[in-house]
Antibody, heavy 120, light 110 residues
Framework: EVSLLESGGDLVQPGGSLRISCAASGFAFIYSAIYWVRQTRGRGLEWVSGISSRGDNTYYADSVKGRFTISRDNSKNMIYLEMNSLRVEDTATYFC?????????????WGQGTSVTVSS | SYVLTQPPSMSVAPGQTARIPCGGSNIESKSVHWYQQKPGQAPVLVVYDDRVRPSGIPERFSGSNSGNTATLTISRVEVGDEADYYCHVWDSTFAHLSVVFGGGTKLTVL
């Protein structure tokens, strides 16, 4: 079964750092780009970041550029999101997602999400 | 940056047809994807590339895209269709890739 499982969400103080992870299984991970999407009650769904199958291309939303870093370990089927200089507005549930294919970038597989709260 | 506009809420009676719009400048030039999200659950892809249904999605769900509006149509609406619905496109310019979601439409089945 195709699945993505996020972990690492926590309560962090403003200005702090946190790394969340995503474990993939059931599909050809080494050939798949993976993305992070977050959701807050007030702002709906917001794309955060993406990484190509080999990790040589990374993409970021303007709201996180320079603060967040996405990476992957293809030997472990893992995706990571390193979040620095966290702000209250980064509070959200973070989903790891996979697209249908390289030609169709609809998000067909979603994890269950991991909750990040930035608060003092 | 590219903007997708959805009505915050809509209501429909069971058995009727719901048409959820997603507005964007020349949106017909983009591939539009639609997600259904029920409370406490992750979003589920219900239509992609304007009109393609993923495996397991009922034929009652269909999509169209023309001009400045894409539309998710749910025929013979059931109580179980009550959920939030989001449209989604990719916006790419030279060396810059961005994902855009609509603000979501809460569908209430009366």
């Amino acid at each position: 079964e195709v699945s993505l499982l996020e972990s690492g969400g926590d309560l962090v103080q403003p200005g702090g750092s946190l790394r969340i992870s995503c474990a993939a299984s059931g599909f050809a991970f080494i050939y798949s780009a993976i993305y992070w999407v977050r959701q807050t009650r007030g702002r709906g769904l917001e794309w955060v970041s993406g990484i190509s199958s080999r990790g040589d291309n990374t993409y970021y939303a303007d709201s996180v550029k320079g603060r967040f870093t996405i990476s992957r370990d293809n030997s472990k089927n893992m995706i990571y999101l390193e979040m620095n200089s966290l702000r209250v507005e980064d509070t959200a549930t973070y989903f790891c997602v996979k697209a249908v294919s390289a030609d169709s970038l609809a998000f067909v597989v979603w994890g269950q999400g991991t909750s990040v709260t930035v608060s003092s | 940056s590219y903007v997708l506009t959805q009505p915050p809420s809509m209501s429909v009676a069971p058995g009727q047809t719901a048409r959820i719009p997603c507005g964007g400048s020349n949106i017909e030039s983009k591939s539009v994807h639609w997600y259904q999200q029920k409370p406490g659950q992750a979003p589920v892809l219900v239509v992609y590339d304007d009109r393609v249904r993923p495996s397991g999605i009922p034929e009652r769900f269909s999509g169209s895209n023309s001009g400045n509006t894409a539309t998710l149509t749910i025929s013979r609406v059931e109580v179980g269709d009550e959920a939030d619905y989001y449209c989604h496109v990719w916006d790419s310019t030279f060396a810059h890739l961005s994902v855009v979601f609509g603000g979501g439409t809460k569908l209430t089945v009366l």
